[in-house]
């Protein structure tokens, strides 16, 4: 009886626990931080290809609330809070050549990537509480880039056949004649010259 009570004890503890943690808000430093040093580079470098709001979700990462960014992408969460190395975006910020880089436009300063680091190591205080839209799909479509024209092999296009070759002189001109028929256009004669020019020079 004595054990079957301190088990349920043990385990309301460990749910007490867990609601402690999922509950707790962020400290208002915390919250301060995030706002004038980590949001404002999120906002600039991230949300154009990783945000609700763009329309744009690159690798199935959004940045544009704190669920998102624990919750991660294709690659994992994108920030574990107080652990540098598990956190995706922070790694990405450090350029490493074997590894992702983000933004790829160009590695951000020292003073920034410090920033990131430090908030991290704080817990990732983020005051964004409500996700915008989570049901948004990535926009990485393999088999749409597959079928893209400039994946295709060339294949050789006999020029169509016209009616009449008195205009059509080349392979392209054939190619012309044959849109201007198909909107039952007609082309006009070829002009004679008014004047003559002659070179007198080679004689």
């Known amino acids: ?8 004890a043990v385990f309301i503890s460990c749910l007490g626990l867990v609601a402690s943690a999922e509950g707790q808000k962020p400290s208002s430093e ?23 709001e763009s329309g744009k979700v690159r690798g199935g990462l959004k940045v544009d ?3 998102a960014v624990l919750r991660g992408g294709d690659s994992g969460p994108a920030v574990v809070a107080k652990s540098l190395e598990k956190s995706v975006l922070y790694q990405a910020l450090l350029y490493h050549e074997d590894g992702w880089q983000m933004p790829p436009k160009g590695k951000l300063p020292q003073t920034t990537i410090n920033d990131f680091r430090r908030w991290i190591l704080m817990g990732a ?11 948004v799909a ?21 020029p169509p ?17 044959s ?4 909107k039952d256009l007609i082309q006009s004669t070829m002009p004679r010259p008014k004047y003559w020019y002659a070179d007198f020079t080679l004689f």
């Open 1 to 8: 009886m004595i054990m079957r009570n301190l088990r349920y």
């Open 125 to 135: 205080p983020d005051s964004r509480i409500t996700e915008i839209n989570p049901d």
């Open 179 to 182: 849109s201007w028929r198909k």
């Open 161 to 177: 056949t016209t009616e009449t070759t008195n205009w059509s002189r080349t392979p392209i001109d054939h190619f012309i004649e």
């Open 138 to 158: 990535s926009v990485i479509d393999i088999e749409a880039g597959r079928r893209y024209w400039g994946y295709q092999p060339l294949t050789q296009t006999l």
């Open 30 to 52: 915390g919250v301060q931080f995030f706002e004038s040093k980590i949001r404002p580079v999120l906002v600039k470098h991230c949300y154009k290809c990783h945000s609700t």
């Open 65 to 67: 609330s704190r669920d």
